[in-house]
């Protein structure tokens, strides 16, 4: 079994850009969550979703951010007009269940804003 | 707002030592993850407790659960150098209507040297 697979590993953005990040959830898992890194803190949440359905928005910035995971497809996280202060490590996780049991984290999207 | 604090931040330690990290909050979480992160990497599940006063024991680590489901521990006995890594703790709440979200600890970053 493949496991969450995100791209690109790498995204370089001048500001006022637009990042599009993708997930590919484990096969079989329908929950997929968002968490952002900056350098030197833990991870925080950002947004859960199943198909075709925002779940719980309530980590995600109130403009700029938005998610989707569509019927077909990967989940897409998009910053709209990136600022230095978006840059950092974008993971994606996903979960066959909604009870927070059996997370499979991908390895990460690391955005730079310059 | 959940927090969980982790001690220490960092710790350097040689082979062959025992270590403990700590994983301290005020509320109390339905469940408990350990994860280790590796530069460059996603976290990586290392064990889930469920039940307060719950110890599990996976090869030279053992977590444990406080009994009032608001701490939790690694211990790590006879450390090498692959133990190298940020150790991450995060909780769940399936008591509230936001039950997937994980609230992730401060992080311990642990170096094991030759």
């Known amino acids: 079994n493949a496991g969450v697979m995100q791209n690109p590993r790498h995204l370089v953005r001048r500001r006022g850009q637009e990042a599009r990040l993708r997930c590919s959830p484990m096969k079989g898992h329908s929950h997929v969550y968002w968490y952002r890194q900056l350098p030197e803190e833990g991870l925080k949440f950002m947004v859960y979703l199943q198909k075709e359905n925002i779940i719980d928005e309530s980590g995600m910035p109130k403009e700029r951010f938005s998610a989707e995971f569509p019927k077909e497809g990967p989940s897409i996280l998009r910053i709209q007009q990136v600022v230095r202060g978006d840059s950092a490590a974008y993971f994606c996780?996903?979960?066959?269940?909604?009870?927070?049991?059996?997370?499979?984290f991908g390895s990460g999207t690391r955005l730079t804003v310059v | 707002t959940q927090l969980l604090e982790q001690s220490p931040q960092f710790l350097s330690i040689q082979e062959g030592e025992n270590l403990t990290v700590y994983c301290n909050s005020s509320s109390v979480f339905s469940s408990l993850q350990w994860y280790r992160q590796e530069p460059g990497e996603g976290p990586v599940l290392l064990v889930t407790v469920v039940t307060g006063g719950e110890v599990k024991k996976l090869k030279r680590l053992t977590f444990q659960f406080g009994d009032a489901r608001k701490d939790s521990s690694l211990h790590i006995t006879a450390a090498q150098p692959g133990d190298t890594g940020l150790y991450l703790c995060?909780?769940?709440?399936?008591?509230?209507?936001?039950?997937?979200?994980?609230?992730f600890g401060t992080g311990t970053r642990l170096q094991v040297t030759l």
């Open positions: 995060a909780g769940a709440d399936l008591w509230t209507g936001t039950a997937s979200k994980l609230t």
């Open positions: 996780a996903s979960s066959p269940l909604r009870d927070g049991y059996g997370y499979t």
